[in-house]
């Protein structure tokens, strides 16, 4: 069982930035691929980033490539989302997710447990 949260949501401008952790407890943190998502309201929850294990791979939306850097500090137990040139449309809460695929994916379905999430408001 691995237990999730997620911190550093917040209200920010159009342009600024925020860094998202997702603090880890429960079985081993390095086993484990990371992800995060994101659901709008009245929208369905869509992928964002994910890392692998090692941190050494990862992969993002095309919706925020450039902007957003996901990392991962597995003696903190740790996994961040550094959010750059943040946009009105990014506003959503941010779930974090761990998956026994070392590697994680961009799908929902292959996680298996997610955090309570954060909200990010993003105004112009």
């Known amino acids: 069982q691995v237990h999730l949260v997620e911190s550093g949501g917040g209200l920010v401008q159009a342009g600024g930035s925020l860094r998202l952790s997702c603090a880890a407890s429960?079985?081993?943190?390095?086993?484990?691929?990371m992800g995060w998502f994101r659901q709008a309201p009245g929208k369905e929850r869509e992928f964002v980033s994910r890392?692998?294990?090692?941190?050494?791979?990862?992969l993002y939306a095309d919706s925020v490539k450039g902007r957003f850097t996901i990392s991962r500090d597995n003696a903190k137990n740790t996994v961040y989302l550094q959010m750059n040139s943040l946009k009105p449309e990014d506003t959503a809460v941010y779930y974090c997710?761990?998956?026994?695929?070392?590697?994680?994916?961009?799908?929902?379905?292959?996680?298996?447990?997610w955090g309570q999430g954060t909200q990010v408001t993003v105004s112009s």
């Open positions: 890392i692998s294990w090692s941190g050494s791979s990862t």
């Open positions: 997710a761990a998956s026994e695929d070392k590697y994680g994916s961009r799908f929902r379905s292959t996680y298996d447990y």
């Open positions: 429960g079985r081993t943190f390095s086993a484990y691929g």
